[in-house]
């Protein structure tokens, strides 16, 4: 039970991106390989090390990140997901985290949809699930 | 008693700082060679090689003042008295017999002490350091196929190195145990430290060579 | 106002879609650097039926790419040794999976190119070279094994019956997004040679598509970020850099823009030089003559997390569990050690890798060499090089043992027919003489109808996985007895015991000894002389 709301956590990350396909149809799709760095170095490194472990974008169906990410809520409704890809929540944690201070100033929608790309694209059901390995 | 100066200033300071430095070269050495982990092969390397430049600088200055000075005479051998002398640490020490010989300043070294310290000049620091230098420049000399087209590998530098060591070794350990063997335990240590030797009550004859200013009772 | 905030987060937004663009692989690089957005070509810009037709729109514009393509070892899988032997995955032996030869519809998953099921494949068809495989970006693009390298565009059963079925890939999608290569990319065959994931060369596994740079200073990916044509720098599809054809030695300096050069680009000294310390560690540069970069600075390989395989006993396999089906076993970590199907393995993270003298010959063990069961294991390749031959560097290795099968008759290894839907295939039918006869008859070599069992050793290059600097080796790790380097022969290592002379050794303690004693009983005896005085 801790552990799905965890997944609603992490999951949550990745909602915005709504508005941005007028800009490119490239940056629609959202950039999964960005994605998946701030995935694994941020979400799954604090996970790892605060929350009790890692969670694997396969170990839900697109549809259950979707729902995550559409609820926007982290650790159990505490707070905002969004919070955690956002600008602030990078420029907090950059001193000792290098992807947040690599990508601290990628608009905080774009990085969401990037991170929201690589989850819904490693889900169970995505179109190449990803493990942590 | 009467007292001379013998070891001058320069003399003494050589002395010492050699003396540390090839402790230092030892230890260091022995590490990198492989018989026991004391600085981290890495700092002993490191340490080895800034020690043998500061002792090969020393070196230098030591050579310019012994030929200015005239003072390389002191290494000359000579059998004058070697018998007695050996004699004496063999035997005459032991029922506290006179020393056979006097130091003065024109001659402190006693026969055996001038065949042993010759022996370190040319034979144990010469070994030492060409080998060493060797050692160190292995890979210049590799490159220029010098030491492929003489047959002279890493292994045979490191083992001219390490007997020369190991002489220098031995060396060591007599030559700190002789220094007690003044007329107390510590009296050439003082000697050394301080300059002046504690001569003998009966002046012999030589005593007489030395300058006025030299010496005082 | 509204507009010019508007503008400002416009300009802001490309600037940071440039400072990103080395995090990436490709996206925002692609915006930046390509004069082609490829979603924009008319003939892309239709739903595919097949890998072939998305080729043959490709070559609409380039021309060349397959030709080049062609020439490749990547798509003829073959190659000439020095020694006149011809290699390649075509031919060889190895002590994974053993042969390609009577497995193509399976092994070919990892060819660039659709079709070759078997032995009779046309090499010449333009339209069969894969152009997705090394240019997808999406990371859609799969084949899947049985399909002799053909990619699944409708939902299919495979196997027949099994009721497993395979999700269709949408080809048109992906011909619209392709750009340049990336680790994933190259990572999705070279990542999982062996069979799985890490499981065949150690230093290339599934952790790298995305590494930090504790586990790769050149791949990190939030740092250098090279893909791995950084260094396999490629020109008209000819990749340089195969480990059979290795520079063991480089005696080059960094490479200046403008400068030809002949030799191969992917060596660290292209970069790094001769001389790559800095003036407080000069000493370290007096190694390079005769220790390979890699040896220092892969303290370890497989490190990022990902097991690699480092023996594997195929005599084993074919055991049956309780329940009739065929045994699966796994280690405490839920790893797999045991198949029917395979046999036994032994998994490591965080090996250290050992050590010998290469001088960029590698030698094969081939099928129909005569090969005799002993103490020796059968070498399937072995690096050359002694430290006597002057071109040899000492260089770190993965060593694999493995016990597979041969012709204990005739002394040879052997084909074996593995993967297969037929009643011949091991592992389907879990019968060796069954699977080896159809597998030499395959090629047409003579097999004695008996199998048995031979130990044989394979050696692999470590060259990725290049640690910080702060993780390189230390002094003491090779400057001591029973180091890393204890059985590398014909060199004196300072600080290896191995290397002393005993009698120097002896006389030069005992030297010591003998003047430490004369010493204490001189100085005794004058203690005693000085009391009996007084």
């Known amino acids: 039970m801790t552990k799905t709301v965890y997944v609603a956590g992490v999951a949550a990350l990745c909602l915005l991106g709504i508005g941005l396909h007028a800009i490119d149809a490239h940056a629609a799709g959202g950039d999964w390989k960005r994605g998946r760095v701030y995935y694994q170095k941020v979400c799954t490194d604090c996970h790892t090390a605060k929350a009790g472990g890692a969670i694997a974008p396969n170990a839900r169906t697109m549809a259950d990140w979707t729902a995550y990410l559409n609820a926007d809520k982290h650790a159990k409704g505490k707070d905002s997901l969004r919070n955690y890809a956002s600008r602030e929540y990078r420029a907090s944690v950059k001193g000792t985290n290098k992807a947040a201070e690599k990508y601290a100033d990628v608009p905080d929608e774009q990085l969401f949809n990037d991170i929201r790309s690589f989850m819904l694209k490693g889900a169970k059901d995505g179109d190449s699930p990803a493990s942590c390995n | ?217 | 106002m509204g507009v010019r905030i508007c503008s400002a987060l416009a300009i802001a937004a490309m600037l940071v879609a440039a400072a990103a663009g080395g995090a990436d692989d490709g996206a925002s690089d692609k915006v930046l650097k390509s004069t082609s957005d490829h979603a924009k070509f008319k003939v892309l810009q239709q739903e595919f039926a097949s890998g072939p037709e998305v080729t043959r729109a490709c070559l609409t514009c380039h021309t060349e790419a397959a030709r080049q393509l062609q020439l490749t070892q990547h798509w003829k899988w073959e190659f000439l040794n020095p020694d006149g032997r011809r290699l390649g995955k075509k031919s060889i032996i190895n002590n994974f999976c053993t042969s390609v030869a009577s497995n193509y519809a399976y092994c070919t998953t990892c060819h660039i190119g659709y079709g070759w099921k078997d032995d009779r494949f046309d090499f010449s068809v333009q339209e069969n070279v894969d152009c997705l495989i090394c240019h997808d970006t999406t990371g859609n693009y799969r084949k899947a094994p049985g399909f002799a390298g053909h990619v699944v565009t409708q939902e299919t059963e495979f196997p027949p019956g099994s009721g497993n079925r395979l999700k269709p890939v949408k080809l048109g999608p992906i011909a619209q997004e392709v750009a340049r290569t990336s680790r994933d990319n190259c990572g999705a065959c070279h990542f999982f040679g062996g069979g799985g994931d890490g499981v065949k060369h150690g230093d290339l596994d599934s952790s790298l598509a995305s590494p930090d740079k504790s586990l790769d200073v050149h791949m990190d990916a939030l740092g250098n970020n090279f893909a791995c044509a950084t260094c396999h720098m490629t020109a008209g599809h000819q990749v340089p850099g195969s480990r059979y054809a290795p520079t063991a030695v480089d005696r080059g300096g960094a490479r200046l823009r403008g400068k030809e050069y002949k030799t191969n680009p992917t060596t660290c000294q292209s970069c790094h030089g001769q001389a790559p310390h800095k003036a407080g560690a000069a000493k370290l540069n007096d190694h390079t003559d005769k220790v390979a970069c890699q040896t220092c600075h892969i303290p370890a390989y497989a490190r990022g997390g990902v097991p690699t395989k480092m023996s594997w006993d195929w005599s084993t396999a074919g055991l049956m569990g309780l329940d009739g089906k065929p045994m699966v076993r796994k280690d405490a970590k839920g790893r797999v050690v045991y198949t029917a199907a395979k046999g036994t393995f032994v998994i490591a993270e965080n090996v250290v890798p050992e050590y010998v003298w290469f001088n960029g010959r590698v030698t094969y063990t081939l099928l129909g060499d005569r090969i005799e069961k002993g103490a020796q294991p059968t070498r399937i390749n072995h690096f050359e090089g002694s430290a006597g031959d002057n071109r040899s560097m000492i260089w770190p290795v993965k060593v694999f043992r493995g016990k597979q099968a041969y012709d204990p008759l005739y002394k040879s290894l052997v084909v074996t027919h593995m993967a297969g839907t037929d009643d011949t295939a091991f592992w389907t039918n879990f019968n060796w003489e069954k699977a080896v006869a159809v597998g030499m008859a395959s090629v047409g070599a003579p097999f004695s109808g008996k199998v048995d069992f031979v130990e044989t050793e394979s050696m692999w290059p470590i060259t990725h996985m290049v640690a910080p600097a702060k993780d390189a080796l230390r002094c003491h790790d090779c400057h001591a007895s029973g180091a890393r380097l204890e059985k590398v022969a014909g060199i004196y290592i300072p600080g290896r015991g191995s290397d002393h002379s005993v009698w120097l050794e002896v006389i030069g303690w005992a030297l010591a000894a003998l003047a430490l004693a004369g010493a204490l009983v001189h100085g005794t005896g004058r203690i005693a002389a000085a009391r009996r005085r007084h």
Not at chain 2, 53 to 69: D, P, Y
Not at chain 2, 100 to 106: E, G, I, S, Y
Not at chain 2, 109 to 129: D, F, G, M, T
Not at chain 2, 165 to 179: C, D, E, K, R, S
């Open chain 2, 1 to 217: 008693m009467a007292r001379a100066y013998i070891f001058k200033r320069f003399e003494r300071f050589w002395h010492w700082a050699q003396a540390a430095l090839i402790i230092a070269m030892l230890l260091t050495g022995f590490e990198v060679h492989g018989s026991y982990r004391l600085f981290g092969w890495g700092r002993a390397a490191g340490l080895h090689t800034s020690v043998a430049w500061a002792l090969i600088g020393l070196w230098l200055f030591a050579i310019f003042w012994h030929f200015t000075t005239g003072e390389w005479r002191q290494y000359l051998p000579t059998t004058d008295k070697l018998g007695a002398v050996l004699r004496y640490y063999l035997t005459g020490i032991f029922s506290d017999e006179p020393h056979p010989f006097r130091v003065t300043r024109l001659s402190k070294h006693n026969p055996a002490q001038r065949l042993a310290y010759l022996l370190v000049k040319v034979i144990i620091n010469p070994l030492i350091w060409v080998s060493g230098l060797l050692y160190l420049y292995y890979n210049e000399l590799g490159a220029t196929g010098t030491v492929i087209a003489s047959g002279l590998g890493l292994g045979a530098i490191a083992l001219v190195h390490t007997a020369a060591a190991f002489l220098m070794l031995a060396f060591l350990i007599g030559h700190v145990y002789l220094a007690t063997t003044g007329h107390t335990p510590l009296a050439r240590v003082r000697a050394m430290i301080t300059g002046w030797e504690q001569l003998a009550d009966e002046p012999e004859p030589e005593t007489r060579k030395i300058p006025a200013q030299g010496v005082s009772t």
